[in-house]
């Protein structure tokens, strides 16, 4: 278990260090668990290390919510003036998330169609 984290943890933390030292707008977990499966993909399988426990660590996932429910309070005041309007945005590009590939989809098996009734 405790390999598990710490091979977590370590592409947690280059992550990290790659965007202090680059000063990309990305957050530094994300980073680490795109470099992680980059080194996954060119490795081709998984750890058996990762492979055992990384479901056990899934179902603590919930603990990774506290923060946000924190910052809610912290925020409170920002949310209140602005919150209406934070809502509206979500709903927006929630639904722009949700048609744009829909409209991909439609229009590449139309092609897809085309392609084959020639």
């Known amino acids: 278990m405790m390999e ?10 280059v992550g990290e260090l790659l965007v202090s030292a ?3 707008p990305v957050p530094g977990p994300v980073m680490g668990m795109l ?5 996954l993909c060119i490795r081709r399988s998984v750890p058996e290390q990762l492979n055992q426990q990384v479901p056990r660590l899934l ?3 919930s603990l990774l919510f506290i923060p946000a429910g924190g ?6 005041p ?11 945005v979500l709903a927006l590009t929630t639904i722009i998330t949700l048609l744009v590939p829909a409209w ?7 092609l897809r169609q085309q392609r084959t009734q020639q």
């Open 71 to 76: 910052a809610l309070l912290v925020y409170q």
């Open 59 to 61: 179902t603590h996932l």
């Open 35 to 39: 470099l992680l499966f980059i080194v």
């Open 22 to 24: 680059l000063s990309w």
């Open 104 to 110: 991909a989809l439609r229009y590449s098996l139309r």
């Open 4 to 13: 598990s984290v710490l091979y977590l943890l370590g592409f947690q933390l």
């Open 78 to 88: 920002l949310l209140r003036d602005y919150g209406w309007r934070l809502l509206l």
